[in-house]
């Protein structure tokens, strides 16, 4: 993935730092309580939210079965609708075609939707080393990047920022990149979002090239997606004469109606919205219409090896909600940041070492940034079963084993000095191996609980050493939330 | 190799446990490949959530706009061109964006606005200065509290409902109203541009405070006319 993240410390190091500082602390606590008890009101008034679900597990398994039918269908029906396909191996050769695309139109400014795929990939740097500005314009990604920061949240990337450090931000950076600050900025969110309104506009009007990521994409009609809320997606997908989609290859989804369990299942998930405020679908070009020219970069980037693990791949079923993100115990306490990659929280703790391989400190120590709670399993609109995968992980670095990496079966060592996590494991799979504790929902809990150290073995242990282990949950993960109602009540 | 064949390559190797799962799936023409894939996904879901009468379904609309913060107005066919001519007077407009497809009698009543007509060659700059836009739309969604435009003539090119600051959508009802998502995604087209908008453009970004407008519009007004319909 991206050189952005190559300076992090690993997530031991990283929570330690987090877990000291309050104010963070406190934002993720407020920002995680307060959608985590939306969401569940919101989940609440869908009567069929299991049974849609399912139908989402079960549209993107078959998808990803037969994903090689799907993205030659898919480049088939882009194509027939006017765009043209660009196929990506990694993030070198992803970087390069968009880099190209952009100098092709003789511009040397971008505007660009949130999209976690060209952050995974260090888009922006990437163009940046070749002269090309890229203007990020959704209003947190916005605070992130003028603050020279990095997101630390699927859904709300500056929640580690509160309103007076945005201020700040605002006044001290936004003359440095156009349109100054108003003076005398307050730190108010109304005043705080006009001035991003401000600043914006400027560019968006008088940009020729946009860049997206995509939420779906549908195989059948070739039409793209993108879900959001402020309408600077609107913004880039429309004004600029020449639109660049960067998306990975797992995003496809087979028919247009398969869109209807989505549009009921991610805005609920994410926002707790009936829906968001606004969702745009394209079908290449329209004439007279947004964009006359429409490039789609798919790109692979550890995707296809994720795929070749019979456990990991359903990792490629996440829509991207972040419902897991404000369920994880840890997570509130870590922060986004610390997982040192783009996909923070529990899908990042299984994506993130699954796309960039176990070679990493940071990596390897990912599958131990959880307390197996299940609560991220619960909540997944796609029933991604992430302490599932989360063992098989940690697996994998404790014992080695087969892996692919860039398309390559290699058999992996065992990690130094992992006799600990063996042991660990062995209990982990003793749970796993007895559907009752897994099928009930009670995961890891009260039954297992002799199996679990006070500290985390091997790359947790300096991390459990600042601060005690999230206490595995004394009872099951469905009484606590009955019981606490969803989390609303102190109960933790 | 290309990237392609090298993708579709490590697509083919990775999914060898699959292949061996399901031979013969894998043959076929493309009628056969569909078939399968009707069968292959259970949609045990609603295609509507709890039994509405016509009426009470256009009433949810009305209020989950209304929960995300839409300023909704009610009329018939008769009174819509004052319902109209007063928002805009309201807000204060001098000028106003009219799609080609827009009908006229709308509009009747806004005699001292200067209509700007929704033209391909116009600068986003120019629309910045419109002051309102007025359309229809494709149809809307009860439950979500949704409109949803498709660019048809009476709403014209995306854009010209993003960049003008105050938006009023016209929605013949019952007509134009579903309940649901999957009502809607069914009488939709998917080659045509569409926009789906559910409230005024809104962000929660700082210390999830919710505030409306970033940018696209800031005020958002629905009219629902009835005895309107085509
Ligand atoms: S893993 Fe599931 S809950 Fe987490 S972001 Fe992905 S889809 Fe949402």
Known sequence: ?492 | MSSRELILGRVRRALADVRADERGDERGDERRDDAPYERAVERGYLREHGGRSVAETVELLAENLADYRALVHRTDADGLAEVVAGLLRAHGSATVLVPSGLREEWLSAATDVTRVPDRGESTAHELDRVDSVVTGCALAIAETGTLVLDGSPDQGRRRITLVPDHHICVVRVPEQVVSSVPQALELLDPTRPLTWISGPSATSDIELDRVEGVHGPRTLEVVLVTGSGD
């Not at chain 1, 078959?62 to 196929?87: C, F, I, N, P």
């Not at chain 1, 019979?310 to 115990?329: H, W």
């Not at chain 1, 599932?388 to 058999?411: F, I, N, S, W």
């Not at chain 1, 091997?458 to 606490?484: C, H, I, K, N, V």
């Open chain 1, 1 to 492: 993935m991206s050189g952005t993240y190559l300076g992090m410390p690993a997530f031991p190091k990283a929570a330690h730092e987090a877990v000291h500082n309050t104010t963070l602390r406190g934002n993720l606590r407020h920002a995680t309580h307060t959608i985590r008890a939306k969401r569940a009101n919101a989940v609440a008034e869908m009567s069929d939210w299991a049974e849609l679900r399912e139908a989402g597990k079960q549209i993107k398994d078959h998808t990803l079965r037969h994903l090689d039918r799907y993205l030659v269908r898919l480049e088939e029906s882009v194509q027939a609708a006017g765009g043209t396909v660009h196929w990506a191996a990694d993030a070198d050769e992803a970087n390069r075609i968009v880099t190209y695309l952009v100098k092709a139109t003789g511009e040397s400014e971008v505007v660009k939707v949130k999209s976690m795929a060209t952050q995974e990939i260090g888009l922006n740097e990437a163009l940046e080393a070749e002269g090309i500005a890229a203007y990020e314009t959704d209003l947190a990604e916005l605070i992130v990047q003028l603050g020279k920061d990095r997101p630390s949240h699927i859904l709300v990337p500056a929640i580690h920022r509160n309103r007076g450090e945005i201020r700040d931000i605002f006044a001290r950076e936004m003359s440095e990149w156009g349109r100054p600050a108003p003076e005398g900025l307050t730190d108010t969110p109304a005043e705080l979002a006009e001035a991003a309104r401000l600043h914006l506009r400027e560019k968006f009007l008088r940009a020729k090239v946009g860049i997206s990521g995509a939420n779906f994409m549908v195989a059948e009609t070739g039409t793209l997606v993108v879900v959001e809320s402020e309408g600077n997606g609107r913004m880039c997908l429309t004004l600029p004469e020449t639109l660049i989609s960067v998306v990975g290859i797992e995003k496809i989804v087979p028919t247009w109606r398969d869109l209807e369990v989505f549009l009921q299942t991610l805005p609920r998930s994410s926002t707790a919205e009936r829906m968001n405020p606004y969702t745009s679908t394209w079908t290449g070009t329209t004439d007279e219409d947004g964009p006359q020219t429409f490039h789609l970069v798919l790109i692979d980037n550890g995707r296809t090896d994720t795929l070749a693990d019979e456990v990991g791949r359903q990792a490629l079923r996440c829509i991207r909600c972040s419902a897991c993100l404000n369920v994880c115990p840890v997570y509130e306490r870590a922060g986004g940041h610390a997982y040192g990659s783009v996909y923070p929280g529990p899908i990042g703790a299984i994506l993130s070492p699954q796309l960039r391989g176990t070679g990493s400190e940071i990596d390897s120590s990912l599958p131990y940034a959880s307390s197996l709670c299940g609560a991220c399993y619960e909540v997944c609109p796609v029933a991604i079963d992430i302490p599932e995968v989360l063992v098989h992980l940690r697996e994998r670095v404790a014992q080695g084993g087969p892996v692919t990496e860039r398309g390559d079966k290699v058999v992996l060592k065992p990690a130094k000095g992992h006799a600990a996590e063996r042991a660990a494991m062995r209990a982990a799979r003793w749970a796993f191996g007895h559907p009752g504790v897994l099928r009930t929902g009670q995961r890891l809990a009260s039954r297992t609980r002799r199996f679990h150290p006070r500290t985390l073995p091997g790359p947790g242990r300096a991390w459990s050493a600042s601060r005690d282990l999230p206490a595995l949950p004394a009872e099951p993960f469905r009484d606590w939330w009955q019981r606490t109602n969803g989390g609303k009540e102190t109960g933790k």
